[in-house]
Every structure is written in C-alpha cells, then in structure tokens.
DNA sequence: CAAATAGTGTCTCTAAGACAATATCAC
DNA sequence: GTGATATTGTCTTAGAGACACTATTTG
C-alpha cells in the first residue's frame, strides 16, 4: 500500500455514511422419530425445525428463527454459527447461506438486512445434545414442518405439542429453481420469518434431490433406508427402494458392519464418500 | 402492534448496537463480437464482463466491478441496480444474488460487507447503450474473460485491448455445485473481486447447463445456432449441434420468420418459451 | 457449382421408473 | 412359519452422446 492510499484511509469514516444493521437467521432442520405404530414397526420420521419463542419486542411470544446481530471481526457464517449457539446451545458444522432479505421495512426496529442459512442437525448429535433456551429466547422448540405446494401457493404448516403456527405464501419469480415468495397470511411467526422458512424448505428439498446434505441428518454409520427416510421426511413424497440404491451408490461407501437384533433382517451400515 | 410494541420501539435505538457498511458488486456479463475471419463465415462470440478503473483509493487505477453502498430506502436488488446505472450508464432488468463476502478485513476502509450479484445484458441493448464511464470511474471496459479449471486451481483471464488481468485461485469448498475460493495470485484486481468472478463464472456455468439464463444474452427473436453460440462462450466448450437443438427445444417457441441475406441458408427465429 | 450454415435421422448406451422376486433376521 | 425389512434382478422407456446425412441460401 503507498502512500497517497494510506493518507486517503487515515481521513476516510464509513461511519460518515449510512449504514443499515446485518443480521442472521438460521433455519436447522433435523429428524425426529414418531412413536412406534406396529408390532415391529419401524418408527416414522418427521423433518423438524427448530423455532425459539421471542422473549422480547418486537413480535414478543411470537416464534422466530434463531439468530441475531453480526458483530465486528466475524463473517456472516461464524455470526450464525454463535447466534445459534447463544440461543439454542446447538453446535453446528456446516451453514450453507441461502439468501439476503433487505426490504426496509422488514423489520420495526428499523434498517435490517438479514441472512438467511440453512443448516442441519443429525439425530445422534441432537441425543446427546439438550435444545435449550440461551439468553434471549423465552423458550425453543422443535416443530414437525409440513410445506406443500398447490401449484401457485405454498402452505407451510409448522406443528409441536400444544403450538400449531401457519403460513401462505405465493411464489413469486422462478430464478434457476429457486423461488421467491410473498406472504399472503401468516399466523404465528415473527418478520418475514415465512417467506426465510419457504425459502430454506425450497432449497433443502432440490439439494435433496442431488443426495446433498441428506447425510447431515444421520451417523457417521448409517443404513440406506435411513438414507432414503431422510429423503422422504424432506420432499414429503415415498420413493422406491430399488432406484434410491442404485442412485445413492456412487454416494457411499460399504463397511462390514451391520444393524442387530431389529426383528428382520439384518442392514449393511455405509458411510459417505469422501 | 400493541402499546408496549409502541413503547419498546420509541426507546430502541439500532445505532447503540456496531454496524457494517453494506455494498453490492455486480458482475455484469456480455457477448462481443470477433472481427470476421473470412469470407462468409459467421464472427466468433466471446464472454466479456465489465470492469471498471477505480479513480480513488483504496486501489487506485486497479479494475473492479461496478458497484456501491447500499442506501436507506433499497434493497440490494435495486443498490445494485442503481450502482450500476450511475457507474456504468448500463440498465439491467434480472440481478441474482450470488453470495455474500463478510471477512473483516476484505476492505481496506474498514469493516464493509459485499453481497455480489450476476447479471447479463444482451447484444441489443449493448447496441443501443454507450457503455461510458460516470460518476466515481475514471473509465469503464469490457473484458473477454476465460476461466480455466485444473483440477485444483482456477486461473481468471481478463484482457481487453490493452491491459490484461490475471488471477489464481483454489477451490476450497464444494457446496451444491458452488464453490468458494481462495486468491492465490491477483495481479490487477482491486479488492477480493477475483474472488467474486470466480463465483460468478461458476453460477454462469451452472446456470447455463440448464439453459437459465442464456436468453438474457439475446434479443427477443433468434435462432437457435445463436443460442448454442452463447453457450460454448461461457461454458468455453463446444456442442453437439443437434443433440443441443434437441434439448433446447422445449425452452423456445417457433416464429415464422427467418434470417435473410447471410450467404447460406437462412435460419428459423425463434422465442424464449413462457 | 462451391462455401457456408440450417436442420434431420438414427444408432448406441446409460439411467430412470416400475415392479417382481429372493434373502435373512427375531420370535 | 410369520412378520418385518433388506437386497437383487429385469423389463421398459426416455434421454444423452456421437455422427452421418440432407436442405437451402448467396456468389
């Protein structure tokens, strides 16, 4: 760096401008079992997400995706990433960032820009891991998600024991399969929250398609049926067996260990490649 | 919103809390022309991206991509669009958002924040616009881009007429399809924009697989030689002409006029479907 | 006719979809 | 054996890739 550069930074001030907040928000998305129907029945699986109660104006005991403000000396992905520790006391590796919500009057504290990311919590993490309310949230929960799509509309349906919070949305603009949405009724959640939760839906399921993030959900070590109920809970649709192996093949590598003592037959345990 | 909403909202002040500057870069694409080789043939189209020669530090007489802060009032849709229009007298209509770029110190000024977008602008309107310099760039140019892939290493190849720009990178994260980079080497670009184009290169790429956003490059009515011409420009590789019609086929709609006076035989137009 | 580009036909091979058949455990 | 799930086989069809062939203009 010369000198004129150096002289030019010593009298610049970013602060001489306008400048807006930057948030994160995060959608974690993980399984759940449902309770055993049958005899020696494989439990159902439910893709979940994971929503805090906001314990403070704006929106106080609505519910809103984990996140929070980016400070000084962090990127966007290390915010979220300690936003969600902060709040749910979750530990997670990988954060994709799936899009930038910056309308001015998104929010009514003011001038917001917020990042939408999605990430993904695996059952044996989740075990051994108490979801528990931080500092700012009253209380966290996970909530069984429903997303269907008819045609023009979405209807999110987000269910836990005693809460059921609802969502339609209209699909806006296509752009490389991707959408973007536009609230027609929300019932429940705080912001735009809606249209961040659309959007992760959207892109968890056409990555899904791809086999891409599907083994976040599960083990190091996993069947592929577990593989193929994963792909399942998310797109909502039954695939058939005998094309999901062929196609997750290439995806996976054989170990010598198998399932025990699950009443049947027992499964070859794979894990992913490279 | 209730009183104590009211209340909580009247004390709350956003400007207590640090806050990043917020910037938009666009990489704005085209296709030029190369002078006719001979007889009757047909000029060869080359991907070009728009840069601009800063006039101020920080990196004085280096080359960027048009771009701005963002500004009460906008979203970063319409910054970019704005910054656009005053740097580079060029209106787009499509932007995508491709990424965000957070480190701390990518910027010299201080802490500032980039959200990179794509966008395209075709040949009838580059006709139409003189691309010229505005306010803050001491000149604005065209460069063909190449963008090489070896495996490991990506090297970026920027030349116009007189000046040539280079940059190394590494891949260093597959993420459904994207990847994020490292600058190894960068010779004449101002900031991480190397970073930047190397992103948008790869979304172009994508994208053009699956025929999104090659029409942007072209007028309303073409034929579907053209088509194939915009591809192998960006994908750098050449196609099978009738297994690439066959594809294409259902993205465009037939017209009934067709091309005349180009020494051969005259092409069925067309038009982009939907 | 020659030069140049437009447009079609067809063969092969791979992969997806549908569905049937067989395998192996616990009880 | 029964109930449950695991795993393999195979038929059909759609589509991608490669390449040869025909068509139509201007000079």
Redesign the pocket.
Known sequence: MNQEEQEFLKKYRLEDYPRPSVTTDIAVFSLHSKIQA?????PDKKLCILLIKRGNPPFRDCWALPGGFLQPDETVETCAARELKEETCADVHLLRHIGIFSQPERDPRGWIVSNAFLSVLNQENLKNMEIQAGDDAACVRWFNIAFQDSGQYNILTLESEKTTISAKLKKIRNSFGMYEFEIIENNGLAFDHAKVIASAMTYLRQSSEQFDLLFDFLPEQF????V?KVQEAITGEP?????????LTPYVVETDT???????????LYERKS
Chains 1, 2 share one sequence.
């Not at 069947?223 to 577990?226: C, G, N």
């Open positions: 049958g005899y020696r029945r494989e069947t592929l049926a577990d193929q695939a058939l067996t005998a094309n999901f192996r062929r196609k198998f399932t025990k003592g699950a009443g049947h037959r027992p499964a070859r």
